[in-house]
């Protein structure tokens, strides 16, 4: 865990790819428990130590998680990114170039528009081009910035927050994320992760009201660090 951000409202982390924000089935300890101890260390708080979990990661998903230190924090922050009303959040995705679509020749900005249904059995989403029963829309914007011989570095924003949102959209248009064998990558990445980052967060302090902008590192992987040197 690599500390971002905090005050005495809310706390911003780094989390590691194979770390989970919130325990589960797994039983496999969590960072939300990973900040309270560091929040009780370090500010030598007796007894338990409030945390909210304002959203969430897939656990092969690095990047940037957002805290709450306070109840008022987190009713707050929970309705700003419930309604995406003065939040921002942009996502890095290294994706393999399969097919002429996946070439990203165009250097601006591609809107991606689908129809998605998710299969609660199989943890998986289904991309469409139109409505289907039980499908719900998914809009999400992205760019290339960086380019290698088999791979490109993308620029992800998010329009609405679907499930697997962008691992099925960009897999749907012939470019799945590097390592994703759910969503059609050729093989896997050797320590189990995506090579998706969640890069950075914008919102406005729920408390002072102020901006708060802040990005996470890319991982250590030698293909993160040479596609990154070219930006």
Aim: include cysteine.
């Amino acid at each position: 865990m690599q500390v971002l951000y905090e005050d005495n409202h809310i706390i911003i982390v780094n989390k590691w790819s194979g770390e989970i924000v919130q325990g589960d089935k797994t039983g496999d300890r969590p960072l939300s428990d990973i900040v309270k101890d560091y929040i009780k260390e370090k500010y030598q708080k007796p007894g338990a130590v409030f945390l909210g979990v304002v959203h969430r990661l897939d656990r092969p998903v690095s990047g940037v998680v957002v805290f709450a230190r306070t109840s008022k924090a987190l009713t707050r922050l929970n309705a700003m990114f419930a309604s995406r009303e003065d939040v921002r959040k942009t996502y890095w995705a290294i994706v393999e170039r399969q097919n002429e679509k996946g070439d990203w020749r165009n250097e601006g900005w591609l809107t991606l528009e689908h129809w998605l249904t998710r299969n609660e059995r199989q943890n998986k989403s289904y991309a469409y081009d139109h409505e289907v029963p039980y499908s719900k829309k998914a809009v999400l914007r992205c760019r290339p910035i960086a380019r290698g011989d088999r791979y490109a570095l993308l620029e992800v924003q998010l329009l609405t927050g679907r499930h697997h949102q962008i691992r099925c959209q960009l897999s749907a248009v012939g470019c799945p994320i590097k390592g994703d064998l759910k969503y059609g990558a050729r093989r896997s990445n050797p320590d189990g992760s995506i090579s998706l980052h969640a890069r950075r967060v914008e919102f406005v302090h729920p408390v002072s009201k102020q901006p708060v902008c802040v990005e996470a590192p890319v991982p250590e992987e030698s293909l993160w660090q040479v596609l990154t040197s070219q930006l």
